[in-house]
């Protein structure tokens, strides 16, 4: 049976978030700015046409924003989270299987949907031959059939499956407010090629079937803007005379092999459209798991440093026990701002944990040891960071010979102890919101607090900030 | 018609205090009853109610009856991911039963149709009002006689934002 993918992409994610709450927004330009709202992370098109790129910082559009009245706000992720997951959920309702790629992207595996939609195209996709009119088979030598069969069936099997992305299109529009755009076709990579035809011709959905335009859209596409194919490997592709998806397509597989290895004629596999890469439904292991962030203001002092680090440390090890997962490798870094005309300092230390762990007092002691240790006296620092890796499964954490002699009670005991305590930390913190319960070594004002003055309402993760109608 | 919501609420709350009461007779007035008859709304996993221990040699005669717990979650929304609050602002759909600061569950899965409490959204403001349609016309009606219809006209800004299914309404 012939696959069927779907990517499914959200368009200007997070500005659609925005403006499903405040409908105003609708005939203004508007952006969304990073973390500590440093630069521009995500915007809409009018915005784009006005020359604002993904990445530059605010400052540098300010006279910009002023004079077109754009629309600045910092990223509100509650927000964003949840309306992913009312995107995906609502997904879920037209695939068989669906991929969660990112915040605002998912494949859909199509195949035995269409059915419930369209019998006749079902069939078409099951059999080939099936749905011709009898006396085509009859009077026709099968070769000439066989080729019908790719050409005519291909096409009336897209315009089925064009049909059916407008309605998934129209479905999570009105259920959730959030534009999409749609590219269909028979492989994963295609189908990532036809959603950006989908996105840069404004039409919503595509579904590539008819050859020639395949062709044309292939021959659109360069080939470091194929999925799955790096900086690196495009930059060799087009040392051996491949530009194009299409060049790259129609390419001698052993030459592909001996430039770029497997990867790349799973590549040309895939352009020609014969699937090699199935749908990932079980989310890939966590190999580590991080929290970086920009102060709000500079900070100096060892002090405030301490409290930011604590507070990391309870973020990442909340991440780690919401995974089930402990870590037995921690990185601290510490960084100036490298724009300014400061002293310049950056230094970063990796801690090997004597047990792993997801338990945040014991976290938080080695990252303050580590802080510590790379600290130093008279800079203004501007991001810190802790990353935890060598991640193993929390009910296999290998334990020390020696630990059980440290106190009153064996291991286990103590150890079912942290887990209990963990377990009602969490539960508090998820049910009354996150930070209700925090570690004193957290500190209570943090000043070194990322900026976000734009910040929209929680619309919907929070009973005091809903949207409002007038009656 | 225009209370009917408040009606229904108000039958299943006697009719599940009905059963609790039934419930709390049956069982062993020694297990905490209160606890095992909160209605739940955190929608995970709920254990039957049988799985609580039971003295052996008197299975209780409630045993037959079990029916799970009831989850206003469930009760309430129909499509989760369709699903939004709203809170309410302004007395024109107060004969409807919608009073200042209310709440509103509005699902925007559903159609809206001639006659259902809809949020419009008009010149880049949510409103809630009832939707009427006139062969060609199209109005948002106030259920308030202090206020008047809004006709919607081709060059207003309009499009129906969801429709209201429930109001809450704190006493």
């Given at each position: 049976?012939?696959?069927?993918?779907?990517?499914?992409?959200?368009?200007?994610?997070?500005?659609?978030?925005?403006?499903?709450?405040?409908?105003?927004?609708?005939?203004?330009?508007?952006?969304?700015?990073?973390?500590?709202?440093?630069?521009?992370?995500?915007?809409?098109?009018?915005?784009?046409?006005?020359?604002?790129?993904?990445?530059?910082?605010?400052?540098?559009?300010?006279?910009?924003?002023?004079?077109?009245?754009?629309?600045?706000?910092?990223?509100?992720?509650?927000?964003?989270?949840?309306?992913?997951?009312?995107?995906?959920?609502?997904?879920?309702?037209?695939?068989?299987?669906?991929?969660?790629?990112?915040?605002?992207?998912?494949?859909?595996?199509?195949?035995?949907?269409?059915?419930?939609?369209?019998?006749?195209?079902?069939?078409?996709?099951?059999?080939?031959?099936?749905?011709?009119?009898?006396?085509?088979?009859?009077?026709?030598?099968?070769?000439?059939?066989?080729?019908?069969?790719?050409?005519?069936?291909?096409?009336?099997?897209?315009?089925?499956?064009?049909?059916?992305?407008?309605?998934?299109?129209?479905?999570?529009?009105?259920?959730?407010?959030?534009?999409?755009?749609?590219?269909?076709?028979?492989?994963?990579?295609?189908?990532?090629?036809?959603?950006?035809?989908?996105?840069?011709?404004?039409?919503?959905?595509?579904?590539?079937?008819?050859?020639?335009?395949?062709?044309?859209?292939?021959?659109?596409?360069?080939?470091?803007?194929?999925?799955?194919?790096?900086?690196?490997?495009?930059?060799?592709?087009?040392?051996?005379?491949?530009?194009?998806?299409?060049?790259?397509?129609?390419?001698?597989?052993?030459?592909?092999?001996?430039?770029?290895?497997?990867?790349?004629?799973?590549?040309?596999l895939e352009l020609r459209g014969i699937s090699c890469f199935s749908l990932e439904c079980l989310p890939s292991q966590r190999q580590g798991t991080q929290v970086f962030r920009t102060f709000g203001e500079p900070v100096k002092s060892l002090a405030e440093l301490k409290e930011a680090v604590a507070t990391y440390a309870a973020i990442a090890s909340e991440k780690l026990r919401r995974d089930r997962l402990a870590a037995s490798q921690m990185t601290i870094s510490l960084i100036t701002n490298q724009f300014k005309d400061e002293p310049q300092y950056r230094n970063s230390i990796t801690i090997k944990l004597p047990i792993a762990s997801n338990y945040t007092p014991d976290l938080t002691h080695h990252a303050i040891e580590g802080l510590e240790a790379i600290f130093e006296q008279g800079y203004s620092f501007k991001k810190l960071g802790i990353s935890l890796s060598g991640l193993v499964p929390a009910n296999q954490v290998q334990t020390d010979l020696f630990d059980r002699f440290e106190s009153g009670f064996d291991h286990v005991d103590r150890q079912t102890r942290k887990n209990q305590l963990m377990q009602v930390i969490d539960r508090i913190n998820t049910h009354m919101g996150s930070g209700t319960l925090k570690y004193a070594a957290s500190g209570t004002q943090a000043p070194w607090k990322a900026k976000s003055d734009h910040r929209s309402q929680r619309y919907t993760t929070n009973w005091q900030e809903l949207p409002i109608a007038k009656a | 018609?225009?209370?009917?919501?408040?009606?229904?609420?108000?039958?299943?709350?006697?009719?599940?205090?009905?059963?609790?009461?039934?419930?709390?007779?049956?069982?062993?007035?020694?297990?905490?009853?209160?606890?095992?008859?909160?209605p739940d709304s955190s929608t995970k996993l709920r254990l039957p109610l049988y799985m609580q221990p039971v003295s052996a040699g008197f299975p209780s005669p409630a045993e037959d009856y079990i029916e799970g717990k009831l989850d206003l979650n469930r009760y309430l929304v129909k499509h989760p991911a369709a699903t939004f609050f709203v809170r309410v602002v302004g007395d024109s759909m107060i004969d409807a039963g919608i009073h200042p600061k209310d709440m509103l569950i509005v699902d925007r899965a559903i159609l809206p149709t001639n006659g259902k409490i809809v949020i419009a959204v008009v010149n880049g403001e949510l409103t809630v009002k009832r939707l009427r349609q006139v062969k060609e016309k199209l109005w948002l009606m106030p259920d308030n006689s202090n206020y008047q219809p809004l006709q919607i006209s081709a060059e207003m800004d309009f499009l129906i934002w969801g429709v209201v299914t429930t109001v809450i309404h704190f006493v």
């Open positions: 049976m012939t696959k069927l993918f779907a990517l499914v992409d959200c368009n200007n994610f997070y500005v659609s978030c925005e403006r499903v709450f405040n409908p105003k927004l609708e005939n203004r330009p508007v952006i969304v700015l990073s973390n500590n709202d440093g630069c521009v992370v995500s915007k809409c098109d009018r915005a784009k046409q006005l020359g604002i790129k993904t990445g530059v910082p605010l400052f540098k559009i300010k006279p910009l924003v002023q004079e077109h009245k754009i629309a600045v706000f910092s990223s509100n992720y509650a927000l964003y989270g949840d309306l992913s997951q009312r995107v995906m959920e609502t997904l879920t309702n037209f695939a068989s299987e669906m991929e969660v790629y990112s915040i605002d992207e998912a494949f859909l595996d199509l195949s035995g949907c269409i059915s419930s939609f369209d019998r006749d195209a079902q069939k078409a996709v099951d059999s080939p031959l099936s749905i011709l009119p009898e006396w085509i088979k009859r009077d026709l030598p099968i070769p000439i059939v066989r080729g019908l069969k790719t050409e005519a069936l291909s096409e009336f099997c897209a315009e089925v499956a064009f049909s059916y992305g407008e309605k998934i299109r129209t479905t999570v529009q009105q259920w959730t407010g959030i534009p999409v755009s749609i590219g269909i076709a028979t492989t994963k990579t295609l189908a990532k090629i036809a959603n950006r035809m989908a996105k840069i011709s404004g039409q919503g959905v595509v579904s590539i079937a008819n050859k020639t335009e395949l062709e044309t859209a292939l021959a659109h596409t360069m080939v470091n803007d194929i999925w799955g194919i790096g900086r690196n490997y495009a930059r060799e592709l087009i040392e051996v005379g491949i530009h194009t998806a299409l060049e790259l397509r129609d390419a001698n597989e052993e030459l592909v092999r001996q430039v770029i290895g497997i990867q790349g004629v799973r590549a040309v | 018609m225009r209370d009917r919501k408040k009606v229904l609420a108000s039958r299943r709350i006697s009719w599940f205090d009905k059963r609790t009461l039934i419930k709390q007779i049956m069982e062993c007035a020694s297990t905490m009853v209160d606890r095992l008859y909160t």
